[in-house]
């Protein structure tokens, strides 16, 4: 595994989001754990639940955690779609991508809920196609 995502699976978009990154992973680069699984704190004790749950982690084969956008871009990068994400990095973007992606992530259940009609996955989990 090159990255190993932590995302919410109780959130829509999110898990929609990964769901169609992983249609994407055919070599298998990228690994998905859900910050709802009872036994993620011991399989990842380095790993600030409460934090992941505020900001998108990424845990590199290095063992570099990537946070937010440098997630999402990586991530994408790493499938071969979606290059335009690669923007969102650049130096005068960054810090206007990065304020917009937190206000995303901290109200992504009420975003969710205007985009899906959903604002939380059934018995906290959404089923990834």
């Given at each position: 595994?090159?990255?190993?995502?932590?995302?919410?699976?109780?959130?829509?978009?999110?898990?929609?989001?990964?769901?169609?990154?992983?249609?994407?992973?055919?070599?298998?680069?990228?690994?998905?754990?859900?910050?709802?699984?009872?036994?993620?704190?011991?399989?990842?004790?380095?790993?600030?639940?409460?934090?992941?749950?505020?900001?998108?982690?990424?845990?590199?084969?290095?063992?570099?955690?990537?946070?937010?956008?440098?997630?999402?871009?990586?991530?994408?990068?790493?499938?071969?779609k979606h290059c335009w994400v690669k923007l969102l990095r650049l130096p005068l973007v960054k810090p206007f991508a990065d304020k917009a992606?937190?206000?995303?992530?901290?109200?992504?259940?009420?975003?969710?809920?205007?985009?899906?009609?959903?604002?939380?996955?059934?018995?906290?989990?959404?089923?990834?196609?």
């Open positions: 595994m090159e990255l190993t995502i932590f995302y919410d699976s109780a959130c829509p978009l999110c898990s929609n989001e990964m769901a169609q990154l992983k249609s994407h992973d055919s070599e298998g680069r990228i690994q998905l754990e859900d910050l709802n699984a009872d036994d993620l704190a011991e399989r990842y004790p380095m790993l600030d639940i409460e934090k992941a749950n505020t900001i998108l982690h990424g845990l590199t084969h290095k063992g570099e955690m990537l946070l937010g956008l440098d997630v999402t871009a990586k991530a994408w990068s790493l499938v071969g992606y937190t206000a995303f992530a901290n109200n992504r259940y009420k975003i969710s809920y205007l985009l899906t009609g959903q604002q939380r996955c059934d018995s906290g989990q959404c089923n990834m196609k």
